[in-house]
């Protein structure tokens, strides 16, 4: 069974960076896409960014630019790396993976950003 786990979320300062980690607990698959969205208060579920398994990108306009996605294919990890922080990136942010199968999704990480 997959189990997705992410971590490096927290308190940060407008202007400063994070970086997200998702590592795969459970059983070791071969991921075609892994990425993470965001939902923030009051909001729906939104893109971030998603890297698949031939290392292509892509990313949501809002974080272009001040992020990158990198993925570690043997230890089935995937990291994001957000930059200029500003309080509309606060949000839980949920690690995704896929298989030509299904999604799998981990319970997501909380970053808040302070101004």
Do not use: H
């Not at 896409?33 to 290392?55: L, S, T």
């Not at 990136?89 to 993976?97: E, I, K, L, N, P």
């Not at 199968?101 to 302070?114: H, L």
């Amino acid at each position: 069974q997959v189990k997705l786990v992410e971590s490096g979320g927290g308190l940060v300062q407008a202007g400063g960076s994070l970086r997200l980690s998702c590592a795969n607990s459970g059983s070791r698959l071969s991921f075609n896409v892994m990425g993470w969205y965001r939902q923030a208060p009051g909001k729906g579920r939104e893109f971030v960014a998603e890297i698949n398994d031939g290392d292509g990108t892509s990313y949501a306009r809002s974080v272009k630019g001040r992020s990158t996605i990198s993925r570690d294919n043997g230890n089935n990890t995937v990291e994001l790396l957000l930059n200029s922080l500003t309080a509309e990136d606060t949000a839980v942010y949920y690690c995704f993976a896929e298989t030509y199968a299904r999604p799998y999704w981990g319970q997501g990480t909380q970053v808040t950003v302070s101004s």
